[in-house]
């Protein structure tokens, strides 16, 4: 058993618009699998149909090779995007409830109420009523309710909105160590760092089709601008570098405004270092040599444009 | 997977009980429902304490006319006006009446005097009195004397009989009237009530965004059905509750105050016998048996009704009247989002209760015409209706249909609000239109 989840052909419509087109793809068991794409691309409808809430149109999904069925509701934690608490219910009681509709006995749910609570530090909450915590407060609240069941399956809409940086990263590593225990992740999100720091794969979805679909280093290194960046020992004057650059038209080299030592050098074709650095070293005695890869933000802006403009093209 | 329709229905059972307001209606609701019972008995007995009055009759006979009784207790003073009305504040007599001798020609001189006001009771006592004895007298100036005024006085009465199959039982129209119009009030405050609970639950869910995480959890059929049972539940409960607690109260009550409830010995009743023969006499006994007590009539119509089924009968309209309302008012709850939209769905399907409450009148007064018929027949009035109406002893296809009609719609508007439920909850912004809806019941 490879994948935790197969998702094949899955098309969903509404009356007025496709929310999913044809849309596939595999989580590997045990990875974090980005879920990416601009609001109303149709995240929440992929997530709701891998949660059985809504059926697809058409296509299959399998959850641990089997087809989804209501037997795997328990299996799957699921944090929704539009989430919220019973606002007149004491924490404790609320967090009861929802555990015991995930298959929980009173007794199982109580000890690891304990448990979750303890490990977050907020024991005190417990009796309190929702309407008393803070929106921060009550997200914690609901992170745990998706994940005290201990399910094979996470899914997690947007789980960083409404946090402060400290307690983002708490739950990022929170979400590592479930990942550690052998838990599959999927984690749809806007947050484009958290997307680099956690995920293995992702899928970008925009306009119901799936425009990237694979590893997150991979995908990057496709995406390379061919951009490098390198530090020298000494400055370098500026006809070192015009020189250079008549040399060599290939390249664009340019040097770096605040930082006398350093510069950067692109292409429009693929460039291999070893090819690269010979003649960089020319300029003088190198300290740092990086190729610097997009960012999943930079890559997310230009699929997401690129798609608009050969859309608008056609 | 096990069962999760339970802990659902825990949950929404005592989320409902627990609340302040609803254990404050639970309370008071027996508190009134005795009242309605104890305040009239208890004003009946504080109104007989007597008013004495002294009366002073200028025309010399009239005074004749007022017999003391309960309630006023009646003095003929041999005094002038002037010195009687001095007795009031020695505290002799509550009130002064005073018949000039100018009475017989103008009926409108009488006077009263009193301390505190006289109650209304004793006035109307003091002026039927007087305008009885005043037309006697006039009467007599024609030369018809007393004897002939109650021989030719008429007392008419019709007694109410069912007949059916050869049996006859003593019927009431008022009682039926008075039975099937509360049966009819209860069913509909209940309906509505319990609906618009199920319907606060909803939204409550859909509002507060938690609806999402508990579908995720178990279908949403199951959270629909859960609440529904759970809020029949309590409306179960909060009935048996008022039940009991209403018959604690008026026993608690008749314990402590044995002299409220204690039976009045009705006046005895002569009856004029000269010139019948025994048969006629007899029936004319018969008759007056039954004028004993006013209430013995009703009682006896009462006893006719079979209880048993009538409340056997209660139930059935009550849970299917509920379940009908309350699965449609959660398929509102859950398609729009706010209190205004609600408003707008809500009308059409309450029209009917309130359209079976108002035409309740016109049933009663023609139980077996057409409108009865249609109203009691159609499914968001028969609950209402149809409780008004088994008073009369309805025919029983007539039943029958109603009942069977009564459950096709249930299953009808559970279909229709499962649909509309599913979707709804996970649709929010602009208030979907009909055709919409529509389209979510056709959705697979």
């Not at chain 2, 049996?167 to 119009?181: M, Y």
Request: glycine letters at 4%; proline letters at 5%.
């Amino acid at each position: 058993m490879n994948n935790a989840i197969e998702v094949s052909n899955i098309t969903k419509k509404y009356r007025e618009h496709t929310a999913l087109d044809n849309v596939s793809f595999a989580v590997p068991n045990g990875s974090i699998f980005g879920i990416l794409g601009p609001n109303g691309a149709g995240k929440t409808t992929l997530l709701r149909i891998i949660n059985n809430i809504i059926p697809p149109d058409s296509g299959e999904i399998l959850l641990y090779d089997e087809p989804l069925s209501d037997k795997h509701m328990e299996e799957i934690g699921y944090l929704p995007e539009e989430r919220g608490l019973y606002k007149k219910m004491s924490v404790g009681d609320q967090v009861l409830y929802l555990s015991q509709l995930k298959g929980l006995s009173q007794k199982e749910a109580r000890e690891k109420i304990n448990y979750w609570f303890d490990k977050l530090d907020i024991k005190s909450w417990l009796g309190r009523k929702v309407e008393e915590l803070s929106k921060g407060m009550q997200q914690k609240v609901q992170f745990i309710i998706t994940v005290l069941h201990s399910p094979k399956l996470l899914i997690f809409d947007e789980p960083f909105s409404g946090f402060d940086p400290i307690n983002a990263d708490i739950l990022k590593n929170e979400i590592l160590e479930l990942k550690d225990k052998g838990a599959t992740v999927l984690l749809s999100t806007h947050n484009m760092e958290s997307v680099e720091e956690l995920c293995d794969q992702i899928v970008l979805v925009n306009k119901s089709k799936l425009l990237l679909y694979g590893e997150v280093d991979e995908i990057k290194r496709k995406f390379s601008k061919n951009y490098f960046e390198i530090t020298f020992a000494d400055p370098i004057d500026d006809e070192k570098i015009l020189n250079w650059q008549n040399n060599y038209s290939q390249f664009v080299i340019s040097k770096n405004e605040k930082n006398p030592n350093t510069i950067s050098i692109s292409a429009d074709i693929p460039i291999k270092s070893s090819e690269l650095l010979p003649l960089i070293l020319q300029l003088g005695e190198i300290i740092t040599y990086r190729e610097q890869l997009p960012s999943m933000h930079d890559i997310f802006v230009s699929v997401v444009q690129q798609k608009e403009v050969n859309n608008y093209e056609k | 997977m096990k069962n999760k329709l339970p802990i659902i229905i825990k949950r929404e059972y005592l989320n409902i009980v627990k609340k302040t307001s609803f254990i404050v209606v639970t309370l008071l609701g027996p508190i009134i429902l005795a009242s309605i019972f104890i305040i009239p008995i208890y004003i009946s007995h504080i109104n007989e304490e007597q008013t004495s009055i002294g009366v002073v009759d200028e025309t010399g006979f009239i005074y004749k006319g007022l017999q003391s009784n309960a309630t006023a207790k009646y003095t003929l003073l041999y005094l002038p006006i002037d010195s009687a009305k001095k007795l009031l504040d020695k505290e002799e007599y509550d009130a002064i009446l005073y018949i000039p001798s100018s009475f017989i020609n103008s009926p409108e001189t009488p006077r009263i005097w009193s301390k505190n006001t006289v109650s209304q009771s004793v006035m109307d006592n003091i002026e039927s009195a007087l305008k009885s004895e005043l037309e006697k007298h006039r009467l007599a100036l024609y030369g018809i004397n007393n004897q002939i005024l109650e021989e030719i006085n008429a007392d008419v009465r019709v007694n109410n009989y069912t007949y059916k199959g050869g049996v006859e039982k003593a019927a009431s129209s008022t009682v039926a009237t008075i039975l099937g119009f509360v049966m009819a009030i209860i069913i509909y405050f209940f309906v509505f009530m319990y609906g618009s609970m199920v319907l606060r639950s909803v939204m409550e869910e859909k509002l507060n965004r938690i609806v999402e995480v508990i579908i995720s959890s178990v279908k949403s059929i199951h959270l629909l059905i859960g609440k529904i049972v759970a809020v029949l539940l309590v409306g179960l409960t909060q009935f048996i509750t008022w039940i009991i607690l209403t018959l604690l109260i008026i026993i608690g009550v008749q314990q402590a105050f044995p002299d409220l409830f204690r039976y009045a010995e009705p006046e005895a009743i002569s009856i004029q016998t000269k010139g019948l023969n025994p048969a006629e006499a007899q029936q004319l006994a018969n008759a007056a048996k039954l004028q004993e007590s006013p209430t013995n009539n009703a009682l006896i119509a009462l006893s006719n009704i079979n209880i048993p089924m009538y409340i056997l009968l209660f139930l059935f309209y009550f849970v299917f009247g509920y379940l009908i309302y309350s699965t449609l008012f959660a398929a509102i709850g859950a398609a729009v989002d706010n209190q205004d939209d609600t408003n707008q769905f809500m009308l059409p399907i309450t029209i009917p209760l309130i359209l079976a409450i108002i035409s309740l009148q016109p049933i009663f007064n023609n139980p077996t015409g057409g409108v009865s018929i249609f109203f009691s027949l159609f499914p968001f009035t028969s609950p209402v209706v149809m409780m008004g109406l088994i008073p009369f002893n309805p025919p029983f296809w007539l039943l029958i249909t109603s009942m069977i009609i009564l459950v096709l719609t249930f299953v009808l508007s559970a279909y229709i609000s499962a649909k509309i439920y599913r979707i709804g909850i996970l649709t929010y912004g602009k208030r979907p239109s009909y055709k919409e809806l529509w389209t979510w019941i056709k959705r697979y």
